[in-house]
């Protein structure tokens, strides 16, 4: 059950459902399909939209495809059948007035026992046809005489979600009595001895169930959803500040503060100057690794910006004090360019660098006079979290692509020390209100400015047809010897129109290209063939690189200076802005040409979206907005509490607010 803060468990709302008149063991059954088990459950079950019932627009003046309330008296009634029997469709002829509606299930001839001539019904659904005004499977309610009818008519009406055998009348008529019998009994939210959280601009708790279900006024919905939104946050916020005050408690930390040994010759033959962003961010870790307890920190920034050289930076720290560090990515090509550039970086510090993956182990003995014989780099994917891997002196965890993992699989890894610090990054920059809810038991720091003397990266949506010009652009680069990536989203062919794989259009490729060498690289073949492809396209043997969006991450090659995308409808704003960031990487102009045959609004609002702006937090907010928190972490992320009323693309206000009640409940 889902308790707003402070809500006592012995609090009536807390009573099961079946304790209320008229809900016996079917009903209850019934209701349990929708997670509905106690008073509170029902109480804040969320209408899905509401019906402006004051006011009903005529069946005569019905539109064309225009969704629409209307109601009417059942003159006419009954089921056609054909194929043989096989088929059916059950045709209802409503009659207001003004005009007739046809009401139409296909395959549904139970839909029968429902109605009878003479019922008035509500029906809400969008005309197919106006010769004559007919609506396929719309939705319907049956309104009896007597005084129910003050509930379901001449107001603004809720419309809630459903299970089979449960009519919307009834369930509506329920919350109804329930808000009468138990709204004088409902308690404020708060912990015990803290004032209630409701000011002027926010009604009571019972005030806003009683808005949210029966609102006289369309703003009364949006009022009452912020004050059950903010009770939600509360709650979360509570969990995540107690939690971060409970591991505070008994988590001694590791010194790793380090003494700047290894990091001055690090730093001094990284070949460029840290911008002040790394800087200000490195300061941030350093005292964290210094602190009274282990560091928590989640860095992130847009692509390019410079993140793996903070990490180099913090690792240093940890060796420096006698530790080991153990960095984790979520592919195998990606610890592969971690492993190659630290063990680059490294090489003359006299650091041991160590890469284990699923299908390779490497140690890279390095020499040098400045390493002090224990601190080791270990590089690897979810093997680093296998009961095989159990390194000695653990003094940070770093978790790469953060998104990619789940909050358990960071936890597996951290479990193998004895409370190591943890830096975890991410490349996907994340909007401000998931930062404070989903890492909300991590401290931030971001990485806002891009290194210096990189050049500007012009991106541009084009429609198939503009392919030969397209094309001509890509071989012009790779004559100035450039290079280019070519992205398609399957690997094999699924028989999907217009939607390209990458095995299928390689050969092809390679014959539009001549004499470009262009390499295959997608996530089904040997991790041999993989280096093998990489290595060539880092070393300028392989021209032009196809491939799946397995290139999202783990590629540096600042030499390639076109990025191109075909079926770029296919993939998420994140991700598309991800296969950006793998150009731009040097000094020279870079391109990244989205193709895209789309033609739905939020296809192209999407696409516009990235042709407009580079600046990754941007479209971080933009793709929160459109796809959800759900979907915008990806399916491996947990921790995400399922929010009823709280909208985390929009709430940021609600989020800070939440956040200072939370911390004030606490220190009360």
């Not at 139409?104 to 008035?120: A, I, S």
């Amino acid at each position: 059950m889902t308790v707003s803060p402070g809500t006592q468990v012995s609090s009536p709302l807390a009573r099961s459902v079946n304790t209320l008149w008229g809900v016996g063991g079917e009903r209850t059954a019934q209701l349990a399909r929708l997670n509905l088990f106690t008073i509170q459950d029902l109480l804040l079950h969320r209408p899905r939209r509401y019906e402006d019932r004051r006011q009903f627009r005529p069946i005569g003046e019905l539109q064309l495809e225009e969704p629409s309330t209307t109601r009417g008296q059942v003159v006419a009634m009954g089921v056609k059948r054909f194929h043989r029997g096989q088929k059916s469709v059950f045709e209802l002829i409503l009659s207001d007035g003004s005009g007739r509606l046809h009401c139409r299930w296909w395959n549904l001839p139970y839909m029968e026992k429902y109605f009878q001539v003479g019922d008035e019904v509500v029906v809400f659904g969008k005309p197919l046809s106006l010769k004559p005004r007919t609506m396929d499977h719309p939705e319907t309610e049956v309104i009896d005489s007597g005084e129910e009818r003050l509930i379901h008519l001449n107001r603004i009406t809720p419309v809630y979600p459903l299970t089979e055998g449960l009519p919307q009348r009834w369930l509506r008529s329920l919350i109804w009595r329930t808000l009468e019998q138990y709204e004088s009994k409902i308690p404020e939210p708060g912990a015990p001895g803290a004032p209630h959280f409701a000011g002027a601009a926010f009604p009571t708790f019972s005030n806003a169930l009683h808005m949210l279900h029966f609102p006289e006024t369309f703003e009364d919905i949006e009022i009452a959803r912020r004050r059950l939104a903010l009770d939600e946050l509360i709650e979360m916020q509570l969990q995540i500040q107690r939690r971060r005050a409970n591991f505070e408690s008994h988590a001694p930390a590791l010194p790793c503060g380090g003494d700047n040994r290894l990091i001055k010759p690090f730093l001094a033959g990284l070949g460029f100057r840290l911008t002040e962003a790394q800087t200000r961010v490195l300061r941030e870790i350093r005292a964290d690794m210094r602190g009274k307890h282990p560091m928590r920190r989640l860095l992130h920034g847009d692509v390019g910006s410079g993140k793996t050289a903070v990490a180099g930076c913090a690792a240093l720290m940890a060796i420096e004090s006698g530790y080991s560090v153990a960095l984790m990515a979520p592919t195998e090509i990606l610890a592969g360019q971690h492993f190659m550039n630290f063990s680059k970086w490294f090489g003359l510090l006299g650091v041991e660098v160590q890469l284990q993956t699923q299908n390779q182990k490497e140690k890279r003995a390095v020499g040098g006079e400045r390493g002090n014989g224990k601190g080791t780099m270990y590089i690897g994917t979810h093997a680093l979290i296998q009961a095989a891997f159990s390194p000695a002196d653990l003094g940070l965890v770093i978790i790469d692509e953060q998104h990619k993992f789940g909050v358990g699989q960071r936890e597996q890894l951290v479990r193998k020390g004895r409370y190591p610090h943890l830096l975890v990054m991410t490349a996907t920059p994340i909007p401000r209100t998931l930062g404070l809810t989903i890492y909300g038991d991590l401290d931030i720091s971001v990485v806002d400015a891009p290194p210096p003397g990189r050049g500007r990266v012009k991106t541009v949506v084009r429609d198939v047809a503009t392919l030969p010009k397209v094309w001509s652009f890509v071989r012009e680069k790779l004559a100035e010897g450039r290079q280019a990536y070519v992205v398609y989203p399957r690997v094999e062919d699924t028989g999907q129109p217009g939607v390209k794989a990458v095995t299928k259009e390689h050969e092809k490729l390679q014959e539009l290209l001549r004499p470009y060498n262009v390499g295959l690289l997608h996530g089904r073949m040997k991790a041999p063939d993989k280096d093998a492809v990489m290595s060539g396209f880092r070393a300028n043997t392989v021209q032009v690189l196809l491939a799946t969006s397995l290139v999202e991450v783990g590629l540096d090659v600042p030499n390639a200076s076109v990025m191109l995308i075909e079926n770029a409808e296919q993939f998420g704003l994140a991700q598309l802005h991800q296969l950006r960031g793998r150009i731009g990487r040097g000094p020279q102009n870079s391109y990244c040409i989205l193709i895209s045959s789309a033609t739905t609004p939020e296809a192209r609002t999407r696409l516009k979206i990235l042709e407009e702006t580079n600046d990754g937090f941007r479209i971080a907010e933009a793709d929160l907005k459109l796809r959800g928190p759900g979907e915008f972490l990806g399916p491996q992320q947990s921790g995400l509490p399922p929010f009823r009323f709280a909208d985390l693309a929009s709430d940021w206000e609600l989020v800070q607010m939440a956040r200072r009640r939370a911390a004030e409940i606490l220190e009360r």
